[in-house]
């Protein structure tokens, strides 16, 4: 009897479980996005949607969308790739992509910039484009130490306390301030995702809105939904989205899509 009553007390507590917030929160924002407001040009049009920072890396463009491929030399700053949008976005938005990693590395990261802008300060001012030949060079610290984004790695590699295994961190960068990297990430970290799989397809849904930012990806096998709250740091409204592959980094981006939102 007493196995049974702590059975269905386990049953009851289950069905009753509280709802996860976020995933709440991200379904009410996911109804309340508009329609496209932006599609990337595909093809050989991709330079009328983005501009890239470096020269060794390439874009390859495809029917759908393109590939992006930094240089092969691991470690040489010269051989990461930057991938910025001509136009920029403002306010609450969602974006949507497809991803296919075309690389097998156990070592470096993608990333995706959001509302990302110059620091402002003489050279580096808000507009990317206008500084672009500093960043010819594309090495990580023109970006963490001049320019104002949030950044979202993903498929990366070489955290020290998780060798070889993938990981997914969010950041606000602090321009300017000294602290490179220090104090810049928000929780959670993530680990082990399961994702990420050369030569697999997969979906991403980026939101920001307000201080939530998510990032939903599905795979064939599973689908996993990232939150960070971002409260703590002075938000960014205004700037361009960005890919960066650190050198030995390819993958294709297709279907990419912006949408605003009305957050309810």
């Known amino acids: 009897m007493g196995f049974l009553l702590w059975a269905l007390t386990g049953l009851v507590g289950c069905a009753g479980a509280a709802p996860d917030p976020g995933r709440e929160r991200f379904d009410a924002l996911m109804a309340a996005s508009g329609p496209v407001e932006w599609t990337s040009p595909v093809g050989?049009?991709?330079?009328?949607?983005?501009?890239?920072?470096?020269?060794?890396?390439?874009?390859?463009?495809?029917?759908?969308?393109?590939?992006?491929?930094?240089?092969p030399t691991p470690r040489d700053n010269a051989h990461h790739?930057?991938?910025?949008?001509q136009r920029e976005f403002s306010g609450d938005l969602r974006l949507d992509f497809d991803y296919v990693r075309l690389d097998d590395a156990t070592d470096d990261v993608n990333i995706l910039y959001l509302f990302a802008r110059g620091s402002g300060t003489a050279?580096?001012?808000?507009?990317?484009?206008?500084?672009?030949?500093?960043?010819?060079?594309?090495?990580?610290?023109?970006?963490?130490?001049?320019?104002?984004?949030?950044?979202?790695?993903?498929a990366a590699f070489g955290d020290a306390d998780h060798p070889g295994v993938d990981y997914i961190r969010a950041r606000r960068y602090l321009p300017e301030t000294k602290v490179y990297l220090n104090g810049t990430d928000f929780a959670p970290d993530n680990f082990d995702t399961g994702l990420f799989k050369p030569g697999v397809r997969y979906h991403f849904t980026v939101i920001r809105a307000g201080t939530d930012l998510f990032m939903r990806v599905t795979g064939p096998d599973h689908e996993r939904l990232f939150h960070w709250d971002t409260s703590?740091?002075?938000?960014?409204?205004?700037?361009?989205?960005?890919?960066r592959h650190m050198a030995g980094r390819a993958a294709r981006y297709e279907h990419i899509e912006v949408r605003s939102i009305s957050a309810p």
């Open 123 to 154: 050279p580096y001012v808000e507009d990317l484009s206008a500084w672009r030949e500093l960043r010819a060079e594309p090495r990580m610290a023109w970006y963490f130490s001049h320019v104002a984004t949030y950044h979202i790695s993903f």
């Open 44 to 71: 050989e049009q991709w330079r009328e949607g983005w501009f890239l920072d470096g020269r060794v890396g390439r874009v390859e463009p495809t029917a759908e969308g393109f590939e992006l491929w930094a240089g």
């Open 81 to 85: 790739v930057v991938l910025w949008t």
């Open 232 to 243: 703590r740091l002075p938000r960014l409204e205004t700037g361009r989205i960005g890919l």
